[in-house]
């Protein structure tokens, strides 16, 4: 089993930044990719960065320029540095991890959630 702890949320100006991080505790051997997904009230979640332990990353395309995530790999830790901040990015941010393969990703496990709120 793998635990996730996610901190860093709350509350900022539209135009601020915001630094998330995420550890994974318990057997993180048994992972390879870690990500932010977010959920905005009445939206359905949606990826918002993904990184596999070799340094692959995926954006999703509204956050691109803006959004940089980052792994260590030696603490089991992934971050997402929030830069130039918009009302839009209002939501849940939850951490996950999982598997990669030639075959696809499985997220199998996530983290509680922390807010984050961007006023205008």
Known sequence: QVQLVESGGGLVQAGGSLRLSCVAS????????????RQ?????RELVALITRGGRITYADSV???FTISMDNAKNTVNLQMNS??????????????LATPFG???????????VTVSS
Do not use: F, H
């Open 26 to 37: 318990g057997n993180p051997v048994r992972i390879n990719v870690m990500g932010w997904w």
């Open 40 to 44: 905005a009230t009445g939206q359905q």
């Open 64 to 66: 691109k320029g803006r």
């Open 85 to 98: 901040l918009k009302p839009e990015d209002t939501a849940v941010y939850s951490c996950a991890a999982g």
């Open 105 to 115: 990703v499985s997220m199998d496990y996530w983290g509680k959630g922390t807010l």
